[in-house]
């Protein structure tokens, strides 16, 4: 059994430690246990990706690289492995040493910060506005907050600063957006009050099936206790008991319009509020503070972010819509809105229930402008159901559908799939789409 006390064991008695990936989470890991001189190997398939300064900083400390496809025997001696949060653990398997223990980034870095209590975020959609919301909630209180993990900051960025400066102010809440890639390799994270708020099918093209991909999600109660609370919608209220969790379940009313006060769009987001309620208030914050938090909070970059209104045509942004539910909530929080939809789609499809969701867009969506990667899904799913047409680049969609548009419509990004089809990421999507609307006439 792995737990946190054998991993820090492992760690401090000199275990070879072995990074995968220089990404944001791979970077912070490894500058943190550089710092307590913990023996480290890095892999990285793709060089040139990687920044110059961290490069360089990898030269300057004598870190061991290797670089390309990954081999067996780069893998020889690791009793301790970091996974990129991106990659399948599945494909290391052949790699690893049978005694090599795979664990995430953030776990590692809670090692440092065990006197700090956890308040864990995941679910298939609405994770990121939850974890915002979350916070303020809890600042809107004066509880002073670390906000992070999948949301962007890397929670190793925040132990390697207790490290450096142990008298400096600690925080009191750890808010921590957690994926599933990153669950997976969680072993032993004690987490005292979990948020799931949905689940559907997503990362089918890196988690062997449903099942395990539900399996990641419920790591996040797999180590809380009888003090611990799981805080879950009605829909997911059956997994308590299906997974034996040993926390008092709380279940959020996803129906709930608390907080009719705020800028964010949606029933969805009322939902996502209610949730976050719900846990803030385990950690002593007011109703009355949790309702000011609601009306300061702004739409968040690339969620269901306005853009622009060009000749009574309203743009938006919703570029973090990577799944078909994703997409049901984009349809269903703009036609709320009031406006008849014209929907930009298209990129690496990750799996979900394209034809499901026809209903829905017969109702709402007057046309769906596909681009880039996954056509055959949408159009084997959509065609003759709906409007559609299509076009490699966002750019000759995105006048396509103002073409099409009238006063009152809005012309939505809500592609329902990853960006890696003809983008990095998807912020680097969402920017595109930006530029491309304000660049229009």
Not at 150 to 175: C, H, M
Not at 293 to 321: Q, S
Not at 391 to 420: H, N, Q, W, Y
Request: glycine share 8%.
């Amino acid at each position: 059994m792995v737990t946190l006390d054998s991993i820090r064991m492992k760690i401090y008695n000199g275990a070879a430690v072995h990074v995968v990936g220089g990404g944001a989470s791979g970077r912070a890991v490894l500058k943190l246990l550089e710092r307590i001189n913990a023996p480290l190997v890095f892999h990285e398939k793709n060089e040139d990706k990687l920044l110059p300064e961290f490069k360089a900083w990898l030269e300057e400390k004598k870190i061991p690289c290797f670089f390309g496809e990954h081999k067996k025997e780069n893998f020889k001696g690791c009793e301790i492995f970091i996974p990129s949060p991106g990659a399948a653990i599945a494909q290391f398997n052949e790699f690893l040493p049978q005694n090599a223990i795979a664990v995430s980034e953030t776990e590692i870095a809670y090692l440092f910060c065990e006197d700090v209590p956890i308040l864990g975020i995941t679910g298939t959609s609405g994770k990121t506005t939850t974890t915002s919301i979350c916070s303020a909630m809890l600042e809107e209180q004066g509880i002073h907050v670390f906000t992070g993990g999948n949301i962007g900051t890397p929670l190793s960025e925040y132990a390697l600063k207790r490290i450096e400066n142990p008298q400096g102010k600690k925080v009191e809440v750890l808010v921590l957006e957690l994926s599933s890639f990153q669950l997976q390799t969680c072993n032993a994270l004690p987490v005292h009050v979990g948020i799931c708020l949905n689940i559907s099918a997503n990362h089918l093209d890196y988690h062997k099936d449903m099942q395990e991909y539900i399996d990641a999600k419920m790591q996040l109660f797999a180590h809380q206790k009888e003090n611990d609370f799981a805080v879950l919608s009605p829909e997911l209220a059956h997994l308590a008991k299906d997974y034996k969790f040993k926390a008092k379940t709380v279940i959020f009313d996803d129906k709930a319009k608390n907080f009719p006060k705020t800028k964010l769009l949606g029933q969805h987001n009322q939902s996502n509020a209610e949730a976050a309620w719900q846990a803030c208030k385990l950690f002593g914050v007011s109703f009355e503070n949790a309702q000011k938090a609601m009306e300061k909070m702004a739409p968040m970059a690339n969620r269901l972010e306005f853009v622009r209104e060009l000749n009574g045509v309203t743009y938006i942004n919703d570029t973090k819509c990577t799944t078909v539910s994703a997409l049901e909530v984009a349809i269903k929080a703009v036609s709320e809105a009031g406006h008849p939809i014209i929907l930009l789609a298209g990129g690496k499809f990750k799996g979900g229930d394209l034809e499901g969701i026809v209903p829905l867009m017969q109702k709402y969506v007057k046309h769906t402008a596909l681009y880039g990667g996954s056509r055959e899904h949408f159009e084997g799913a959509w065609k003759d159901k709906i409007s559609l047409s299509y076009d490699e680049k966002m750019a000759d969609a995105v006048l396509r559908a103002k073409k099409l548009a009238e006063s009152g419509d809005a012309i939505l990004l809500a592609p329902a799939t990853s960006s890696f089809d003809q983008y990095k990421d998807y912020i680097a999507r969402g920017k595109d789409f930006k530029t491309i609307v304000l660049n229009l006439q």
